[in-house]
């Protein structure tokens, strides 16, 4: 029965990894493109959002990220800018898209990285690439991959400690002192993910407030409100930016 299910999960990975390539990526990548040459014609700048956690997240939706965005919106928009927001989708929110997801991961995002650069070096807007968490990875590998284009900018809030760290000057990145996942504190990492975030979750479906498992998932320090970082961000948008 063992050796069933150990195969059964290698054929879902295979699956999930072949759909992940030849499904998934080249009709999100499809979808992008298509939102990208919409605005490019209309707007000034573009902000490209980029979720945190599996990158699924509707930006309407993401209330972690969208006030930023909304922020750095108005914020150009009230210099005389205009401004378009779009959203870079990682994966889709279900077991094989999770499961392929993971292999782009552990790779850097190496592919979703060349095509969406292929994309946005296209025009000489400029163009604002934003990111949380693992959306700031992402963000990260493709200012790196992007490093002679003057255009293109990031500002990344809570990237992880592993990954690409770009010394690409257009980046500002944000990162709390306290936030585990920044500075790579991996003993208490461990214990959110693996102790206290199980724990939280049974808690939550006793109660039967269905929490999903993802947003069960609760990390020292990786919380990050707006108020407390407008000025950096009118900073590095006044300098650099605009």
Request: hydrophobic residues 45%; contains cysteine; charged residues 25%.
């Amino acid at each position: 029965m063992i050796d069933g299910i150990l195969l059964f999960f290698i054929i879902l990975l295979i699956y999930s990894f072949w759909w992940f390539d030849f499904c998934f990526l080249n009709k999100n990548i499809s979808k992008f493109k298509q939102d990208f040459e919409k605005v490019k014609s209309k707007c000034d700048i573009i902000i490209i959002f980029n979720a945190g956690g599996w990158g699924t997240v509707d930006y309407k939706n993401a209330f972690d990220l969208n006030p930023f965005a909304i922020f750095i919106k108005d914020y150009l928009n009230k210099k005389g800018f205009k401004s378009c927001i779009i959203q870079y989708f990682r994966t889709e929110d279900h077991l094989i898209g999770r499961l392929g997801y993971v292999k782009d991961y552990v790779f850097a995002f190496e592919k979703q990285v060349k095509r969406i650069s292929s994309i946005i070096k296209e025009t000489d807007k400029k163009i604002i690439l934003l990111g949380l968490s693992n959306g700031a990875l992402i963000a990260d590998e493709v200012m790196e991959n992007m490093r002679e284009a003057k255009n293109i900018f990031s500002i990344e809030l809570g990237k992880p400690f592993f990954g690409t760290h770009s010394k690409n000057e257009n980046i500002l990145l944000i990162n709390n002192f306290e936030d585990d996942l920044c500075n790579g504190n991996t003993l208490e990492l461990l214990k959110s993910i693996f102790i206290f975030t199980p724990i939280r979750w049974i808690k939550n479906f006793v109660l039967g407030e269905g929490v999903s498992l993802g947003l069960a998932v609760k990390v020292k320090g990786h919380n990050y409100p707006l108020d407390k970082y407008k000025g950096k961000i009118i900073k590095f948008t006044d300098e650099k930016i605009i």
